[in-house]
């Protein structure tokens, strides 16, 4: 058995995964306000405490866990040290910390990596040897698998779709460039603009949000007409580059399936690029939703 950990801009989701990747139990916990401004000081006593309670609650012990796996947003080295700007962690040994205090492998990767190979070995990437996964939500991170095997780079896993220039001079982003994909297609972004224009409350959820649109997509079909386009165009380029057979969509887009996957279809179908019309992905929406993360960081 396994303890998969999924740390997010908001929450933290936590989960017994047994040896076939099937969620036994999950719990969650939301961030408050002071502590994720305090991240680095509060996450030892935060994760300490969630493992001890599952355990606790279901009755095992610290050796019969293989692996605690735990999936964060950002840059990942290959000793566990993160590197996360939209979570305020700086050169963070999150590995160490873990170690110290229980006796079992401690694996830490970026949060898209780890959802994405959980679509691939269980979801919508598993008959797929050419694929990328997008988890578009705070930010955008990307993973992508060729020949069946997820690309890393030498130092870090890598591949941050998100910080590939969409708009050369454009929105400063915390990565220290500007005009960034995820500055203009994250949902994060999405949904400030959709709060803009209808002028909702700042803590409107993103559930309330998908309720409205879905009565009325049309009083905000400027700003999903932007936003397809902005997504449009950073797909288009990485199809360029990796020809892939299928891009899974996860991340908090995928509750805004009956809002977006259409028109973006539909925007992509429009693309002049030749490319994209030889090699014609499929474009779906990730199956696992909020559990990709934690089952996909014990695999
Ligand atoms: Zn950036």
Redesign the pocket.
Known sequence: MKIGIDIGGSHIGIGLVDEFGKLLTKKEKELIKEEKQNIENKIEEILINLINEILIENNIEIKQIQRIGVAVPGRVDNNGIINTRNLNFHDYNLKQIIQKKFDTEIIIRNDAKAAALCEKKYGVLKDYSEAIFLGLGTGIGGAVFLDNKLQTCKNTQGFEI??IILVKDGLE???G?RG?F?QYASMKVFKNKIKEKLKLDEKTTGKEIVKILENDSKICQDIIKEYISNLEAGIASLVEIFEPEIIALGGSFSYYENILLEPLKQELDKSKSRVLKRVKPKIVIAKYKNDAGIIGVTI
Request: one cysteine or more.
């Open positions: 998100g910080h982003c915390n990565c460039k960034c995820e």
